[in-house]
């Protein structure tokens, strides 16, 4: 049987993840009119190269600076062979930028465009995503994501 994924819908999502580099690897692919809440993200090193780190990030709309497609750190990973780091504070991003506004955040109505989600871009324009990157192709990481996927289409 499917899973719903229709409008209202709430649904819980897991993804694995083997051998994640200096290639980018996008952990959840925001859709528009979606909320996502990260319960955890679970990474284990598996090669380290150097004082290489990981770094969990979103790609998506920087609210203070008015700018599309930003990079937002939000924990600078630094284990070793072997090792696992856990991140289970949790956090939620829309799926899609809204429409642009002027910086910064300052009126309710930019606040709603926040939540709007109006983009009209084509993906991967105006989605938002979170992503882990190890900053070198000899580190290599193996990560699990577990998340709410709310639909509000």
């Not at 829309?94 to 910064?104: A, K």
């Not at 995503?129 to 577990?146: E, K, N, P």
Request: hydrophobic share 35%.
């Amino acid at each position: 049987m499917a899973i719903a994924r229709g409008a209202g819908t709430e649904i819980i999502r897991c993804h694995n993840f083997s051998a994640i580099n200096d290639t980018q690897g996008q952990l959840i692919l925001g859709v528009q009119h979606h909320i996502y809440t990260v319960l955890s993200v679970v990474v284990y090193c598996t090669t380290r190269s150097g004082s290489d780190v990981g770094r969990l990030r979103i790609i998506g709309y920087d609210s203070y600076g008015g700018t599309s497609g930003a990079t937002i750190d939000i924990a600078n990973i630094n284990i070793a062979v072997n090792e696992t780091f856990v991140w289970n504070d949790k956090f939620s991003f829309n799926g899609y930028e809204p429409v642009d506004f002027t910086h910064p955040l300052t009126t309710i109505a930019e606040q709603d465009a926040i939540a709007d989600q109006g983009n009209t871009g084509t993906f991967p324009t105006g989605s938002q995503y979170l992503s882990l990157y190890t900053g070198s192709s000899g580190t290599y990481y193996d990560a699990i994501v577990t998340f709410i996927d709310q639909n509000n289409e």
